[in-house]
C-alpha cells in the first residue's frame, strides 16, 4: 500500500463488511431527497458504489465518481449495471447544471477543502437541484475504544492524530446538526432539513475486526508496521475482544441526512 490513504488495497473488504451496512444509511437518503424516476443524480465518493444503487433502485440515472480505482473495480463487478468513473469531489469532469442532484455517502469528513467540494457539487448541479449527504453523528463506542488502545498501544497517540486528520479532517465538526446546516448555507443553498437515524448492525467479531483494516486508523498502522506486524497486532485484537465482548457485535450507530437546495 503505496499511500495508506488509499482505499484500494481494502476495498475487497469495504464491499464484503460494509456495504451491506452503509446501505441502510443510503437508502434513507435516497428516500429523504425524493429521488425518483428521471432524476439525473451524481454519487460522488461512491465506493463501491453502495449509495448510487439506492439512488438507481428508485428509479433514478446515476452516475458514481470516486478517486479509488480499487473500489471502483470491485464496484464493476459487484454492481456491474452502475456507471462508475474516476474523479474527485474538487474538480468534477461533468457539464455545469447537468444533474438534479448530488449525494454523498459518508464523505463530507472526507473532503480535505469541503468548501470547494460544495462549490463544484453547486456548479454541476440544475437550478433547483439538491445535496444530499450522510455524516456519522456518534461518538467511540466500547469496541472503538478498544481498539483505540490497542493500537495507541503500538502506535504513539501523538503520530495517530495528524494520520487521521489527515484521512477524515471535518469528521468531528460534521458530528453535529449546526455545523451540517452552516456550511451547507454559507456554500450557498437553502431549505436546509437534516434528520437524525439510529442503527442496529450486527457483526460477527471475526467479521468485525476484518473491517477494522478500512478504517483510517487501519490502513495507517497497517503501513506502520508493515504486513507481518500487522497479522501479529490483529491477533491480539481478535484476542481482547474476545476476551471482553459477546460474539456477535452489535453496532448502533448514529447518522445525520443532510438535504439541501440549490436556489
Excluded at 51 to 66: H, M, N, Q, S
Excluded at 122 to 142: E, F, H, I, N, Q
Excluded at 200 to 207: K, V
Amino acid at each position: 500500500m503505496d499511500d495508506w490513504r488509499s482505499y484500494d488495497d481494502v476495498a475487497e473488504t469495504y464491499e464484503r463488511v460494509h456495504a451491506s451496512r452503509f446501505a441502510e444509511p443510503a437508502r434513507d437518503l435516497v428516500a429523504a431527497t425524493a429521488i425518483g424516476a428521471g432524476d439525473r443524480v451524481l454519487d460522488v465518493g461512491t465506493g463501491t458504489g453502495v449509495a448510487a444503487e439506492a439512488a438507481a433502485e428508485a428509479g433514478a440515472t446515476v452516475v458514481g465518481i470516486d478517486e479509488s480505482l480499487g473500489m471502483l473495480t470491485v464496484g464493476h463487478r459487484v454492481r456491474p449495471k452502475l456507471r462508475l468513473a474516476g474523479g474527485t469531489a474538487i474538480d468534477m469532469p461533468v457539464r455545469t447544471g447537468s444533474f438534479d442532484v448530488v449525494m454523498g455517502n459518508f464523505v463530507l469528513a472526507h473532503f480535505t477543502k469541503y468548501q470547494t467540494a460544495l462549490f463544484e457539487a453547486a456548479r454541476v448541479l440544475r437550478s433547483g437541484g439538491k445535496v444530499a449527504y450522510t455524516a456519522w453523528s456518534d461518538g467511540p463506542d466500547a469496541y472503538q475504544q478498544a481498539y483505540r488502545e490497542l493500537i495507541e498501544g503500538v502506535v504513539p497517540r501523538e503520530m495517530l492524530a495528524p494520520a487521521y486528520a489527515q484521512a477524515a479532517p471535518w469528521h468531528e465538526k460534521f458530528r453535529t446538526r449546526g455545523a451540517i446546516e452552516e456550511v451547507l448555507i454559507d456554500a450557498g443553498f437553502r431549505q436546509v432539513r437534516t434528520e437524525l437515524h439510529h442503527y442496529r448492525w450486527t457483526y460477527s467479531q471475526a467479521e468485525y475486526i476484518d473491517g477494522l483494516e478500512t478504517w483510517a486508523t487501519g490502513r495507517f498502522v497497517r503501513q506502520m508496521l508493515g504486513e507481518s506486524g500487522w497479522a501479529s497486532f490483529m491477533d491480539r485484537v481478535r484476542s481482547t475482544f474476545a476476551a471482553q465482548f459477546a460474539d456477535p457485535l452489535n453496532d448502533f450507530r448514529d447518522v445525520w441526512t443532510a438535504v439541501a437546495v440549490k436556489e
